[in-house]
Protein backbone atom coordinates (compact mmCIF):
# COMPACT_ATOMS: atom_id res chain seq x y z
CA UNK A 1 0.00 0.00 0.00
CA UNK A 2 1.09 3.50 -0.93
CA UNK A 3 1.09 5.88 2.00
CA UNK A 4 -0.09 9.45 1.48
CA UNK A 5 1.91 12.12 0.89
CA UNK A 6 0.98 15.92 1.20
CA UNK A 7 3.70 18.28 0.46
CA UNK A 8 3.47 22.15 0.72
CA UNK A 9 5.71 23.86 -1.97
CA UNK A 10 5.60 27.45 -0.19
CA UNK A 11 7.34 29.06 -3.60
CA UNK A 12 9.09 32.90 -3.31
CA UNK A 13 6.56 33.66 -0.56
CA UNK A 14 6.71 34.14 3.38
CA UNK A 15 10.16 35.47 5.41
CA UNK A 16 11.92 34.49 7.99
CA UNK A 17 9.45 34.87 10.84
CA UNK A 18 6.53 34.01 8.86
CA UNK A 19 8.30 30.69 7.68
CA UNK A 20 8.93 29.08 11.53
CA UNK A 21 5.18 30.19 12.66
CA UNK A 22 3.79 28.30 9.23
CA UNK A 23 6.02 25.45 10.38
CA UNK A 24 5.63 25.12 13.88
CA UNK A 25 1.34 25.48 13.07
CA UNK A 26 1.33 23.06 11.36
CA UNK A 27 3.26 20.40 13.19
CA UNK A 28 1.14 21.46 16.35
CA UNK A 29 -1.99 20.51 13.99
CA UNK A 30 -0.70 17.23 12.55
CA UNK A 31 0.78 15.92 15.38
CA UNK A 32 -1.34 12.68 15.36
CA UNK A 33 -1.11 11.74 11.86
CA UNK A 34 2.16 13.82 10.05
CA UNK A 35 4.46 10.51 9.87
CA UNK A 36 2.03 7.90 10.79
CA UNK A 37 -0.82 7.60 8.61
CA UNK A 38 0.41 10.48 5.71
CA UNK A 39 3.63 11.78 4.80
CA UNK A 40 4.27 15.06 5.15
CA UNK A 41 6.86 17.90 3.41
CA UNK A 42 7.49 21.51 3.87
CA UNK A 43 9.41 23.34 1.04
CA UNK A 44 10.16 26.65 2.36
CA UNK A 45 12.15 29.04 -0.05
CA UNK A 46 15.97 28.21 -0.11
CA UNK A 47 17.13 31.08 2.98
CA UNK A 48 14.46 29.65 5.05
CA UNK A 49 15.76 26.10 4.95
CA UNK A 50 17.56 26.05 8.23
CA UNK A 51 15.29 27.79 10.29
CA UNK A 52 12.44 25.64 9.17
CA UNK A 53 14.59 22.46 9.90
CA UNK A 54 15.27 23.68 13.92
CA UNK A 55 11.43 23.76 13.70
CA UNK A 56 11.03 20.64 12.14
CA UNK A 57 13.26 18.80 13.92
CA UNK A 58 11.26 17.24 17.01
CA UNK A 59 8.38 16.34 14.59
CA UNK A 60 8.02 13.74 11.45
CA UNK A 61 7.25 16.10 9.27
CA UNK A 62 9.82 16.39 6.32
CA UNK A 63 12.01 19.02 4.98
CA UNK A 64 12.08 19.74 1.14
CA UNK A 65 13.48 22.13 -1.21
CA UNK A 66 12.06 23.95 -4.06
CA UNK A 67 14.81 23.05 -6.20
CA UNK A 68 18.49 21.46 -6.38
CA UNK A 69 21.80 21.56 -8.78
CA UNK A 70 23.17 19.30 -11.23
CA UNK A 71 26.89 19.54 -9.58
CA UNK A 72 28.15 18.36 -6.05
CA UNK A 73 30.07 21.35 -5.45
CA UNK A 74 32.36 24.29 -7.30
CA UNK A 75 32.10 27.66 -9.10
CA UNK A 76 28.33 27.23 -9.51
CA UNK A 77 27.17 31.28 -8.42
CA UNK A 78 23.77 30.66 -6.61
CA UNK A 79 22.64 27.36 -6.95
CA UNK A 80 22.46 24.76 -3.99
CA UNK A 81 23.92 21.23 -4.33
CA UNK A 82 22.50 17.91 -2.61
CA UNK A 83 25.08 17.78 -0.11
CA UNK A 84 23.89 21.33 1.09
CA UNK A 85 20.35 20.61 1.23
CA UNK A 86 21.68 17.30 2.87
CA UNK A 87 23.47 19.07 5.56
CA UNK A 88 20.64 21.34 6.64
CA UNK A 89 18.65 18.17 6.54
CA UNK A 90 16.36 18.09 3.67
CA UNK A 91 15.21 15.03 2.79
CA UNK A 92 13.12 16.04 -0.59
CA UNK A 93 13.89 18.29 -3.60
CA UNK A 94 11.13 19.39 -6.23
CA UNK A 95 12.97 18.80 -10.15
CA UNK A 96 11.43 20.17 -12.92
CA UNK A 97 8.31 21.99 -11.31
CA UNK A 98 6.65 24.02 -13.87
CA UNK A 99 7.57 27.51 -12.92
CA UNK A 100 11.23 26.58 -13.15
CA UNK A 101 10.29 24.95 -16.50
CA UNK A 102 8.26 27.29 -18.12
CA UNK A 103 9.36 30.78 -16.23
CA UNK A 104 13.04 29.89 -16.09
CA UNK A 105 13.63 27.63 -18.64
CA UNK A 106 14.50 24.01 -17.87
CA UNK A 107 14.76 21.54 -20.19
CA UNK A 108 13.71 17.79 -19.95
CA UNK A 109 17.42 17.10 -19.84
CA UNK A 110 18.07 19.37 -17.15
CA UNK A 111 15.69 18.37 -14.91
CA UNK A 112 17.06 14.88 -15.63
CA UNK A 113 20.17 15.56 -14.39
CA UNK A 114 19.30 17.38 -10.94
CA UNK A 115 16.63 14.25 -10.79
CA UNK A 116 19.64 12.05 -10.93
CA UNK A 117 21.90 14.31 -8.80
CA UNK A 118 19.59 14.51 -6.29
CA UNK A 119 19.42 10.49 -5.84
CA UNK A 120 23.69 10.54 -6.00
CA UNK A 121 23.38 12.77 -2.71
CA UNK A 122 20.83 11.14 -0.96
CA UNK A 123 18.02 13.33 -1.97
CA UNK A 124 14.72 12.13 -2.47
CA UNK A 125 13.33 13.78 -5.75
CA UNK A 126 9.80 15.17 -6.68
CA UNK A 127 9.70 14.55 -10.37
CA UNK A 128 7.35 17.40 -11.60
CA UNK A 129 5.24 16.97 -15.14
CA UNK A 130 2.03 18.41 -16.70
CA UNK A 131 0.59 19.80 -19.70
CA UNK A 132 0.06 23.80 -20.77
CA UNK A 133 -3.50 24.67 -21.91
CA UNK A 134 -2.87 24.88 -25.40
CA UNK A 135 -1.24 21.02 -24.95
CA UNK A 136 -4.32 19.51 -23.05
CA UNK A 137 -6.62 21.38 -26.03
CA UNK A 138 -4.21 20.01 -29.14
CA UNK A 139 -5.17 16.61 -27.10
CA UNK A 140 -1.40 16.34 -26.52
CA UNK A 141 -1.43 15.15 -22.54
CA UNK A 142 0.00 12.26 -23.03
CA UNK A 143 2.22 13.13 -25.34
CA UNK A 144 3.57 15.55 -23.19
CA UNK A 145 4.08 13.43 -20.20
CA UNK A 146 5.24 10.61 -21.67
CA UNK A 147 8.13 12.53 -22.88
CA UNK A 148 8.72 14.25 -19.57
CA UNK A 149 8.60 10.79 -17.08
CA UNK A 150 10.84 9.18 -20.08
CA UNK A 151 13.45 11.95 -20.34
CA UNK A 152 12.77 12.97 -16.93
CA UNK A 153 14.00 9.80 -15.49
CA UNK A 154 16.47 8.84 -18.27
CA UNK A 155 19.38 6.49 -17.23
CA UNK A 156 17.21 5.69 -13.53
CA UNK A 157 17.46 1.61 -13.17
CA UNK A 158 15.07 0.55 -10.64
CA UNK A 159 16.99 1.53 -7.47
CA UNK A 160 17.62 4.58 -8.26
CA UNK A 161 13.91 5.17 -9.74
CA UNK A 162 12.94 3.63 -6.23
CA UNK A 163 13.33 6.76 -4.45
CA UNK A 164 12.03 9.12 -6.72
CA UNK A 165 8.05 10.41 -6.07
CA UNK A 166 6.29 11.65 -9.33
CA UNK A 167 3.66 14.89 -8.95
CA UNK A 168 1.58 15.40 -12.35
CA UNK A 169 0.41 19.21 -11.84
CA UNK A 170 -0.94 20.39 -15.05
CA UNK A 171 0.12 23.86 -15.67
CA UNK A 172 -3.14 25.38 -16.38
CA UNK A 173 -4.19 24.52 -12.94
CA UNK A 174 -1.01 26.06 -10.86
CA UNK A 175 -1.81 29.05 -8.68
CA UNK A 176 -5.07 29.52 -10.99
CA UNK A 177 -7.77 28.13 -9.20
CA UNK A 178 -8.69 25.81 -11.47
CA UNK A 179 -8.49 22.40 -10.67
CA UNK A 180 -8.22 19.25 -12.37
CA UNK A 181 -11.53 16.88 -12.02
CA UNK A 182 -10.58 13.52 -9.87
CA UNK A 183 -11.57 11.92 -13.31
CA UNK A 184 -8.85 14.04 -15.57
CA UNK A 185 -6.12 13.50 -12.73
CA UNK A 186 -7.04 9.92 -12.19
CA UNK A 187 -6.59 9.35 -16.04
CA UNK A 188 -3.45 11.03 -16.52
CA UNK A 189 -2.32 9.16 -13.02
CA UNK A 190 -3.02 5.83 -14.35
CA UNK A 191 -0.94 6.83 -17.73
CA UNK A 192 2.04 7.72 -15.68
CA UNK A 193 1.56 4.58 -13.61
CA UNK A 194 0.95 2.43 -16.47
CA UNK A 195 4.14 3.77 -18.12
CA UNK A 196 6.62 3.75 -15.03
CA UNK A 197 5.47 -0.48 -15.52
CA UNK A 198 5.98 -0.45 -19.17
CA UNK A 199 9.90 1.43 -18.06
CA UNK A 200 10.01 -0.62 -15.17
CA UNK A 201 8.24 -3.23 -14.07
CA UNK A 202 4.89 -3.85 -12.56
CA UNK A 203 6.36 -3.92 -8.77
CA UNK A 204 8.09 -0.83 -9.23
CA UNK A 205 4.93 1.20 -10.58
CA UNK A 206 2.51 -0.15 -7.84
CA UNK A 207 4.80 1.34 -5.42
CA UNK A 208 5.78 4.72 -6.83
CA UNK A 209 4.15 7.33 -5.39
CA UNK A 210 2.15 9.89 -8.20
CA UNK A 211 1.03 13.61 -6.10
CA UNK A 212 -1.30 15.73 -7.57
CA UNK A 213 -0.46 19.38 -7.64
CA UNK A 214 -2.59 22.75 -9.11
CA UNK A 215 -4.95 24.60 -7.00
CA UNK A 216 -5.54 21.73 -4.53
CA UNK A 217 -7.65 23.13 -1.77
CA UNK A 218 -9.47 21.58 1.38
CA UNK A 219 -12.72 21.48 -0.55
CA UNK A 220 -11.45 19.40 -3.27
CA UNK A 221 -8.80 18.01 -1.44
CA UNK A 222 -10.77 14.63 -0.24
CA UNK A 223 -12.66 14.06 -4.07
CA UNK A 224 -8.80 14.00 -5.49
CA UNK A 225 -7.78 11.64 -2.97
CA UNK A 226 -10.53 8.81 -3.42
CA UNK A 227 -9.04 8.58 -7.09
CA UNK A 228 -6.95 4.73 -7.15
CA UNK A 229 -4.00 6.40 -8.56
CA UNK A 230 -3.71 9.59 -6.99
CA UNK A 231 -1.34 9.02 -3.72
CA UNK A 232 -1.04 12.38 -2.51
CA UNK A 233 -0.92 16.47 -3.13
CA UNK A 234 1.63 18.84 -3.50
CA UNK A 235 -0.10 22.10 -2.62
CA UNK A 236 1.07 25.56 -3.67
CA UNK A 237 -1.10 28.43 -2.10
CA UNK A 238 -3.15 26.60 0.10
CA UNK A 239 -0.12 25.58 1.81
CA UNK A 240 0.76 28.86 3.33
CA UNK A 241 -2.30 29.05 5.41
CA UNK A 242 -1.67 26.65 8.18
CA UNK A 243 -5.47 25.64 8.59
CA UNK A 244 -5.98 24.96 5.19
CA UNK A 245 -2.85 22.97 5.03
CA UNK A 246 -4.09 20.90 7.74
CA UNK A 247 -7.36 20.50 6.05
CA UNK A 248 -5.68 18.93 2.93
CA UNK A 249 -3.39 17.12 5.66
CA UNK A 250 -6.43 15.20 7.18
CA UNK A 251 -8.70 15.02 3.75
CA UNK A 252 -5.44 12.94 2.56
CA UNK A 253 -5.04 10.51 5.64
P1 LIG B 1 -1.08 25.75 -6.41
O1 LIG B 1 0.43 25.31 -6.76
O2 LIG B 1 -1.57 24.78 -5.37
O3 LIG B 1 -0.96 27.15 -5.88
O4 LIG B 1 -1.86 25.66 -7.66
C1 LIG B 1 0.79 23.96 -6.89
C2 LIG B 1 2.25 23.84 -7.24
O5 LIG B 1 2.73 24.64 -8.04
O6 LIG B 1 2.97 22.96 -6.72
Redesign the pocket.
Known sequence: MRKPFVAG?WKMNTDSHISVNLAKSIISGSLEVAGHSVDVALCPPFVYLQAVAIALSTSSIALGAQDIYTESKGAFTGEISASMLKDVGCTYALCG???RRHVIGETDELVNKKVTAAISGGILPILCVGELIEQRQASQTTEVVTRQINKGLAGLNDEKVSAVTLAY?PVW???TGLTATPQQAQEVHALIRELIGRIYDSALADEIRILY????KPDNAADLMRQPDVDGL?????SLNADDFLAIIKAAV
Open positions: NHSEEAIGGGSALVGGA
